[in-house]
């Protein structure tokens, strides 16, 4: 039977009958002095856990799926050489699963007097704030026989920011929003627009935009030219309700949504506007207002990361009242909300006359991609029976909407991946058509 290093050195030490029993150590240490003297020496030279000194530093913050480096710092002030075992508790979220052990663990000899740095990598799987549980350490002697064992609070909190992952769309969109500025082409006309310029006339171009008194005053037709209105008010209201914990592949809705809104947050920005959030349910659970164009992302971003689906209904008159106070005068109410029949029917639409006879209102709905693909499965009972349920949820979808419409509202409903670019397109032709 193969020994250990411990076993080999209490067989060394003449108390142990080697390979046939597992020992005591209260018998060990009532039959063999020399033993219980090595086990003495080891304990006392054990460096003390209680004196040292730890301390963090490192990252504060990091987005979805990136990592974070938290380096703790540990000083030795006896006069001992410290070897030891260290644990560094996280919550089990703050790792991809199956990884907290090998990353949370870490060996260390630390010499008298002297300090060594560890660095904890965390990959988080969850937004919000990660809070650094306890510091375990276990002290061992020259000889391993015994350990002294403590723990610290050493506190530290990393913030999970949404992933932003609409990000790359952001490009395109800004390309096509420097056309419709009259950056790179024709400026076009509209009931929202601002005058900008006067140019030659040259065919095709609106006749009702001639002006006709520069006209009389030149050899050549005049033509107005017009830009977008600018420092337009948008408001991007989440329903934190039972609707958006629902999930949509990995994901729960409300995440979609937050990286839909932080895309059109982007884009309202470049484009001169001020853009305000307002996450609720049955209470406001984040608000920002205020905030300069180079400060709104980060402010939205930060004020998201801590909001979380709460499983209660909505209160669309609470909601409804808060966004009228948050933007007392004309706005863009960009309302992310479920199109499930109940809640608009029962919940918004009562209410929706106070919003839509003051403000332009836009319902953004993440669609589930599960639903299309059942509805085109076929070939055996149970994917028919599949696609005729996946059809009628559709069909409740489409009415819902058709409902909205009706009222005038502008409504967007998307797959996750496909929610922020459509929101962003629905955006720049509401501007266009002059309706911000």
């Known amino acids: 039977m193969a020994l250990t290093g411990r076993a080999a050195l209490l067989a060394a030490l003449g108390s142990l009958p080697v390979g046939i029993w597992e020992p005591s150590w209260t018998g060990i240490l009532a039959v063999n002095t020399p033993l219980a003297v090595a086990c003495a020496c080891d304990f006392a030279l054990a460096a003390p856990v209680r004196r040292l000194g730890l301390t963090r530093s490192g990252d504060t913050s990091a987005r979805l799926g990136e990592t974070a480096d938290v380096t703790l710092t540990v000083t030795n002030p006896s006069g001992r050489p410290l070897r030891a075992h260290l644990r560094d508790a996280w919550p089990p979220s703050s790792w991809q699963p199956g990884t907290e052990i090998e990353a949370s663990r870490h060996r260390l000899t630390v010499p008298p007097g002297e300090r060594r740095r560890l660095t904890t990598r965390l990959r988080p799987t969850r937004r919000g704030d990660r809070q650094a549980d306890r510091v375990t350490i276990r002290s061992y002697g020259p000889l391993g026989l015994f350990t002294r064992q403590g723990t610290h609070k050493v506190p530290w909190t990393v913030r999970v920011l949404p992933p932003f992952t609409s990000r790359k769309h952001l490009p395109s969109k800004l390309a096509r929003l420097r056309e419709l500025d009259g950056r790179t082409s024709v400026l076009t006309r509209g009931a929202g627009t601002e005058f900008d310029s006067l ?61 839909a809104a932080l895309l059109l947050a982007a884009l309202a920005s470049r484009a001169g506007d001020r853009v305000d959030l307002l996450a609720y349910d049955r209470r406001v659970r984040a608000l920002v207002q205020g905030r300069t164009a180079g400060d709104v992302l980060p402010s939205l971003v930060n004020a998201m990361a801590t909001v979380e689906p709460e499983l ?31 809640p608009i029917e029962e919940g918004l639409l009562p209410v929706l006359g106070q919003l839509t006879q003051r403000h332009t209102v836009l319902v953004a709905s993440v669609a589930d991609p599960y639903v299309a693909r059942m509805a085109t499965a076929r070939g055996t009972t149970d994917s028919v029976y599949e696609a005729a349920a996946a059809a009628q949820a559709q069909n409740e979808r489409h009415r819902t909407a058709d ?23 629905a955006y720049l032709a509401l501007k266009t058509a002059g309706r911000l």
């Open 199 to 259: 140019r030659e006339y040259v065919p095709g171009d609106d006749t009702r935009s001639i002006d006709w008194r520069a006209t009389a005053r030149q050899s050549a037709v005049a033509v107005r030219t017009w830009r977008p209105e600018r420092d337009r008010h948008i408001l991007l209201a989440l329903d934190t309700g039972r609707t958006s914990a629902g999930r949509v592949g990995d994901a729960p809705r409300l995440d979609a949504s937050m990286d």
């Open 312 to 342: 209660v209904e909505t209160n669309a008159r609470g909601l409804t009242a808060t966004a009228l106070r948050t933007a007392p005068r004309h706005a863009l109410i960009v309302l992310f909300t479920s199109l499930d029949a109940a």
């Open 403 to 425: 409902q909205l419409r009706r009222h005038g509202v502008t409504v967007v409903d998307a797959t996750p991946d496909e929610l922020a670019p459509a929101l962003a397109d």
